[in-house]
């Protein structure tokens, strides 16, 4: 910009702002403006944060300068930021204000230029509904509209106002839970299922119903006040508890609660058992496979029982895969029981008698008894090991020191025969 231009721009925000602040009596220009509110109604919820902007429309007269006023409701409105971003004010003589004490904003600024608009935005305001109500938010009688005519001439303005209808917060969906049925994901074999709701503050009424849709919206017509309910003999499959509240008359948003229902076990089946056999070793195999309409197989679950032992002896259960290979068993006369359970927890046994000895060889019996019976093998020949090693060394001692003694007897024997030879010999040398 120029010397010149800047002396111009100067002398200009100069004269407009002396003829703001003048205290004389204003001279009205012919012109007329008219300042509106955008949108002049609407119904905003309690808790949330809407906008308001204010627009200016000159009625075809340049205008270079405006000093703004806004009222609002403190008890009912909060005003978040008083936007001094986008507007057709190019210069603020002073920064925008307000407070949320008394309910008020005040706007001064101007334009250099002057202009000229049907729907010039002036500012856009951002407020914060507090509580139910109507509110209504104007523009101050002392608002001041400056034609852009050199002579800074106030112009008969219009000031337009919006109203807001503020309704309470709806409540929100209501917290549903079930000690029967607490997990919305899980399957459960229990046909009567107890559901409870929260009371929040101020929730007068409620509005429930169980049914098989998913999405479905329970009528304004309030049920019994009470905070639970019971639900008898339910049928198979899913079912869908839908609740909403109602709050200073206004009902909120629906809570929707799934229940899982399979009372039904998993469809029957049979189990079949394989015996594998080969030179050395064999295995038994059993296999089973069956099906759940509703919650679908878990897993399954396999007790093997000696037929030979006590009936009154509980079996103990594994759980198991199909094909599940039978332990090595001493008695082959077996009762497989294979218990399948389905998610819900429902469960159905199947049996069966086997006797894998008849499924055998005769050389994998041969191998099988020497299996099951080599601890007694391996101790017999221990014992056997043993008493010939004790049987040894008995005898052993025994005939050595026997013939030790009779080596010793035989050895005193010829002494003695020498002795009495001796004796004889000295008898008949003394003799005459």
Not at 59 to 87: A, D, V, W
Not at 98 to 110: E, H, L, P, Q, W
Not at 228 to 247: C, D, Q, T
Not at 395 to 422: C, N, S, T
């Amino acid at each position: 910009m120029s010397l010149l231009g800047m002396n111009r721009f100067s002398i200009s925000v100069f004269v407009a702002a002396a003829a703001f602040f003048c205290v004389s009596p204003p001279v009205f220009a012919a012109g007329q403006a008219t300042i509106f509110l955008s949108p002049p109604a609407q119904e905003v919820i309690e808790g949330s944060t809407f906008n308001v902007s204010i627009y200016i429309d000159t009625h075809k007269t340049s205008i270079n300068t405006m000093e703004l006023g806004i009222s609002f409701p403190p008890n009912l409105l909060q005003m978040m930021s008083p936007s001094g971003g986008k507007s057709l004010i190019q210069i603020w003589l002073e920064p925008p204000s307000y407070s949320n004490t008394v309910g008020s904003a005040r706007f001064v600024g101007i334009i250099p230029n002057g202009i000229t608009t049907q729907s010039g935005l002036i500012t856009t305001i951002s407020f914060k509904a507090l509580k139910s109500g109507q509110a209504t938010i104007g523009i101050a009688p002392s608002s001041k509209i400056l034609a852009n005519d050199g002579l800074g001439t106030q112009m008969k303005t219009e000031f337009g106002r919006a109203v807001y209808t503020i309704t309470p917060q709806p409540p929100a969906g209501v917290r549903v839970f079930s000690d029967t049925h607490p997990f919305e994901s899980h399957w459960y074999s229990n046909k009567n299922a107890v559901i409870g709701w929260d009371q929040d503050r101020d929730v007068t009424d409620f509005s429930f119903l169980l049914d098989d849709k998913p999405s479905t919206i329970p009528d304004d017509v309030p049920d019994l006040r009470m905070t639970s309910i019971l639900y008898v003999n339910l049928g198979e499959g899913l079912r869908y508890f839908h609740i909403k509240a109602r709050k200073q008359n206004v009902w909120g948003a629906t809570t929707h609660f799934l229940l899982r229902i399979d009372s039904l076990p998993p469809a029957g089946f049979e189990p079949h058992i394989e015996v594998l056999n080969d030179r050395v070793f064999h295995r038994a195999l059993v296999t089973f496979f069956t099906t759940d309409s509703l919650s679908g197989m878990d897993h399954y679950e396999v007790a093997v029982i000696d037929k030979t032992e006590s009936p009154n002896i509980s079996p103990i259960f594994v759980q198991a895969e199909s094909p599940f290979q039978l332990p090595d068993l001493p008695n082959h006369a077996l009762r497989i029981i294979v218990r399948a359970v389905d998610g819900a927890g429902n469960v159905r046994d199947a049996s069966l008698d086997v006797d894998v000895s008849a499924s055998l060889t005769p050389f994998a019996k041969t191998i099988s008894f020497v299996q099951h019976n080599l601890i007694s093998f391996l101790a017999f020949a221990l014992l056997l090991i043993l008493f010939f090693v004790l049987l040894h060394y008995l005898i052993g001692h025994h005939i050595y020191r026997r013939m030790k003694e009779v080596l010793h007897l035989l050895h005193h024997a010829d002494e003695v025969h020498r002795i009495e030879q001796e004796w004889h010999d000295e008898d008949a040398n003394s003799k005459p």
